[in-house]
Structures are given as C-alpha cells and as structure tokens.
C-alpha cells in the first residue's frame, strides 16, 4: 500500500521549535520532490517549502531561515525542523510527493503536481 506518514507534531510555546517527519511506504522517494504544505483553519492550504531528490529546496518567503527542509534518501525519510515558531505557524501540516520533473516544470507550490499526500499531522503554537 502506496502512503506517505507524517509525524512530529504537536503543541509548542511561541520561539520553540519541532520537527516534522515524512516517511513514504511503498514506494522510495528516489525521483521524488518532498513538499511540505500547511493549512490552518479557515484557510486555504499553502505551500511551506519543496525539496528535490538532489537536495535543493525552494521555501516559501514566510519560512525562509527559521525552517529547514532536509531529506534521507538512504533512510527514506524527509524531514522538516521548524524554528522560532510564532502563533501564526499554527497549522495542520502536510508531506506530499510530486515527481521532480514535474516540479521542475512549473511552480512548486501547484498542489495538483503531487501524486500522495500524507495525512497531515497538527502543529499548535501556544502559550
């Protein structure tokens, strides 16, 4: 069975930092991107962050050095560390798997070039 699992999230005070994981069953993410989206309540999910399978990333202007996107290729598994997380970052955050020519071939953040998606795992920034 093709998924993709997310896990890490959870309930943080505002400055502190997660770290979210992606892990893909049945399936490698050899020729795959691995994005990152986020949606929080009542509204419409957005592009946080893309990573190719050589590494290079592509972030959205709202994350850029606070979060970082990495992937294990050997591991099978990408991650995504947040920091300096803000009330605002309060979301439902999801992994999702596009192939990299696609990617490639037109904006990242074009959620129709994704092929899974994770099932999405709740970041709660809070005092």
């Known amino acids: 069975q093709v998924q993709l699992v997310e896990s890490g999230g959870g309930l943080v005070q505002p400055g502190g930092s997660l770290r979210l994981t992606c892990t893909p069953s049945?399936?490698?993410?050899?020729?795959?991107?691995v994005s990152w989206f986020r949606q929080a309540p009542g509204k419409e999910r957005e592009a946080v962050v893309c990573?190719?399978?050589?590494?290079?990333?592509y972030y959205a202007d709202f994350v850029k050095g606070r979060f970082t996107s990495s992937r294990d290729n050997r591991r099978n598994t990408a991650y995504l560390q947040m920091n300096s997380l803000s009330p605002g970052d309060t979301a439902v955050y999801y992994c999702?798997?596009?192939?990299?020519?696609?990617?490639?071939?037109?904006?990242?953040?074009?959620?129709?070039?994704?092929?899974?998606w994770g099932q999405g795992t709740q970041v709660t920034v809070s005092s």
């Open positions: 049945g399936f490698t993410l050899d020729y795959y991107a």
């Open positions: 990573t190719t399978s050589d590494g290079t990333s």
């Open positions: 999702a798997t596009g192939l990299d020519t696609l990617i490639y071939a037109g904006p990242w953040s074009d959620t129709g070039k994704y092929d899974y």
